[in-house]
């Protein structure tokens, strides 16, 4: 299996610009998550899916961030309109199921950087 | 809500010196403890995990953890480091309560030859 695939692995845009981050979890795995890595804050859970469904998204900063996953090999993270404070990089992770007894895989993250 | 303290920001060791990296946690209930290490470059990867029975637990490469109740303690341990292991590594908890991991803002660990 390819693992956990995110695009694109770096993206420079700039401020007031939409960004959208992509993830492919892997094949048959039916929880994904979405998390924030800064210096400042370290890694940050922003939201996760169940069967395709968000179950938790208290984590997401605020109404710029939406996520969605329209089926279970696909997620998107949006941020509109973006901002240099959303500089971090975005990792996703999926398990077999959201309990947490389950292992987490990581992706390779993507690397935002507003300007 | 449950917190997780990493108390070593950087680490600088020479190869052979033995580690010890700190995790500590802050939930009175049953804990699922993780570590995990992200290589220069690399994404985050499993490096070991406690869930119950022994509190001494064996990871890859050589790493182990051992599990602290009264301390409220998952600490890392390596006895004799390698260059490789530069890396930043993460302690993480669930509880039996969330599906969510809850980080430490990890530590970063330079070994030099």
């Known amino acids: 299996d390819a693992g956990v695939i995110q695009s694109p692995r770096h993206e420079v845009t700039e401020m007031g610009q939409e960004v959208t981050l992509r993830c492919k979890p892997i094949s048959g795995h039916n929880s994904l998550f979405w998390y924030r890595q800064t210096m400042m804050r370290g890694l940050e859970l922003l939201i996760y899916f169940n069967n395709n469904v968000p179950i938790d998204d208290s984590g997401m900063p605020e109404d710029r961030f939406s996520a969605k996953m329209p089926n279970a090999s696909f997620s998107t993270l949006k941020i509109q309109p973006s901002e240099p404070r959303d500089s971090a990089v975005y990792f996703c992770?999926?398990?077999?199921?959201?309990?947490?007894?389950?292992?987490?895989?990581f992706g390779p993250g993507t690397r935002l950087t507003v300007t | 809500a449950q917190s997780v303290s990493q108390h070593n920001h950087h680490v600088i060791l020479s190869e052979a010196a033995s580690l010890e990296l700190g995790c500590n946690y802050s939930y009175g209930g049953t804990v699922n403890l993780f570590w995990y290490v992200q290589y220069p470059g690399q994404h985050l990867q499993l490096l070991l995990k406690?869930?119950?029975?022994?509190?001494l637990v064996k990871g890859i490469k050589g790493f182990e953890a051992e599990f602290i109740k009264s301390k409220f303690s998952f600490n890392l341990r390596k006895p004799s480091v390698q260059w490789s292991d530069t890396a930043e590594y993460f302690c993480a908890v669930t509880t039996y309560n969330t599906d969510k991991l809850i980080f430490g803002t990890g530590t970063r660990l330079q070994v030099f030859p």
């Open positions: 992770a999926s398990s077999l199921e959201a309990g947490s007894s389950y292992e987490q895989y």
């Open positions: 406690y869930f119950s029975g022994d509190p």
